[in-house]
């Protein structure tokens, strides 16, 4: 069997939001098979936990933000494309503020702490979204797509209006049932431009942002001193974000997705334009891993 996953321990972390800059601690914490993955807001008394759908997102400007019953919790890409890359399924999610903490603009802190408290196997198999029909959506020039795969990956390209991102690679394509999630991906960080500062802090958002949780470019250069971590930095936190937007359903998706100048908006699009044409996708379980497409048996091993 391919079972569903939690983690074994509670685990907790506490940081500022990107764009609120609001200060606040999020738990995580074990949750039995067929939960899904449950937000809180545990800072408002009336607050109740819901489940990720992708009909949830309200906002989709620079971040994914959930709203249910009034109650919103903004930018949660990150942690979902990092619950997505180590498999988890169920999980309760509480949090004191109306935003994810940003930490260091990647998803590796939240591995990180996932890793630490333990990944346990449940006595229920994973449900993977299969996708059986090709479908795309388009944004002016920007476009997006789903296509029937035996695995799970992402094709992404970029294209932005900056000598040095026209410099670095502004294409990939990630096949996670070959190349690792953790290694490849998780640490890809959050990127901003100097020149657009003033006007999103204008309209309330990047109000966290620093060079401590973000790449910042100038009209020419990096401002980190540190630099890069990969050379296609870039384009692989495209892909980072892509991967937490699409788990937004909270299955796993048995598909390949190509993106061009895809954003979080678009990535939500696609993914409610698939779960509205049932003819496009599919249930699919592995009680007999030995059933499974060899992808995803290299993509969800037993953990160490």
Not at 91 to 114: C, K, M, N, T
Not at 273 to 291: F, G, H
């Amino acid at each position: 069997m391919i079972p569903q996953r939690t983690i074994k321990t509670p685990v907790q972390t506490t940081g500022v939001g990107l764009h609120t800059g609001a200060r606040v601690t999020l738990v995580m914490r074990p949750a039995d098979e067929h939960t899904g993955i449950v937000f809180q807001r545990t800072d408002l008394p009336t607050s109740r936990p819901f489940r990720i759908a992708p009909e949830r997102v309200v906002d989709t400007r620079l971040c994914s933000a959930l709203e249910a019953d009034g109650v919103r919790i903004a930018t949660v890409e990150h942690l979902m494309s990092a619950l997505a890359g180590l498999g988890i399924d169920n999980l309760h999610i509480d949090i004191d503020g109306p935003e994810v903490p940003i930490l260091d603009g990647s998803a590796a802190p939240f591995v990180y702490l996932l890793q630490s408290a333990g990944i346990r196997m449940l006595q229920a198999p994973k449900r993977f979204i299969r996708v059986r029909q090709a479908l795309r959506v388009e944004e002016g020039d920007k476009w997006a797509r789903f296509e029937p795969y035996e695995g799970y990956s992402l094709t992404f390209r970029i294209d932005f209006d900056h000598p040095l991102l026209r410099n670095t690679p502004t294409e990939i394509t990630l096949d996670f049932g070959r190349q690792s999630y953790v290694q490849e991906v998780s640490r890809a960080r959050t990127f901003g431009f100097t020149r657009d500062v003033e006007y999103l802090r204008s309209h309330g958002l990047a109000l966290g942002g620093t060079l401590d949780n973000a790449i910042v470019l100038d009209d020419y250069r990096i401002l980190n001193t540190e630099g890069l971590r990969y050379a296609d930095e870039f384009v692989k936190h495209k892909v980072l974000d892509a991967v937490g937007d699409l788990y937004l359903t909270g299955h796993p998706i048995l598909g390949a997705f190509t993106a061009y100048k895809s954003g979080h908006g678009l990535n939500n699009t696609l993914l409610r334009t698939l779960m509205a044409t049932p003819e496009a996708w599919t249930w699919q379980e592995y009680p007999d891993a030995r059933q499974a497409p060899k992808a995803l048996l290299a993509l969800y091993p037993p953990p160490a």
